[in-house]
């Protein structure tokens, strides 16, 4: 079955059973290779997309589910938030295995683009279930602090 999707603000169209998991679309059908699999249970946020702005896994996203949406993936993340998030991330050097960050950084740009100074308690509730095997949560927060104070300035 041919699916169009409307992906970093190109609209794609691919052959895919409709149950096919977004996740394995935008990798083995479009070359997308930034999205990571990590669990395929939707627990761990690898996986993670914006789908029309909110933070989803696509592990568990069905394409046959998704006409007429926007989803923004790792390759096509931008805007104020988005250039404050990864400008913070490098200056933090927030990474160490790396595994994890796209979700992060998505899901971290849907945070800011919602609440632009966002608490503590912000940042854990919408980073929950992001998980990071190297345990860059510390410097993850801190970046999340530093990138709101840089689209304030």
Known sequence: MSVTLTIN????????????PLLWALRDELGMTGTKFGCG???CGACTVNWDGFPSRSCQMQVGDLEGANITTIEGVNGKAADAIQAAWQELEVPQCGYCQ????????????ETPNP?????DAAMDGNVCRCAT???IRKAIHLAADKMEA
């Open 102 to 113: 796209s979700g992060q950084i998505l899901a971290a740009t849907a945070l800011l683009e």
């Open 9 to 20: 603000g190109e609209t794609r169209t691919f052959d895919a059973d409709p149950e096919t």
């Open 41 to 43: 249970i939707a627990a």
């Open 119 to 123: 608490t503590d308690e912000d940042i």
């Open 137 to 139: 949560y510390a410097r």
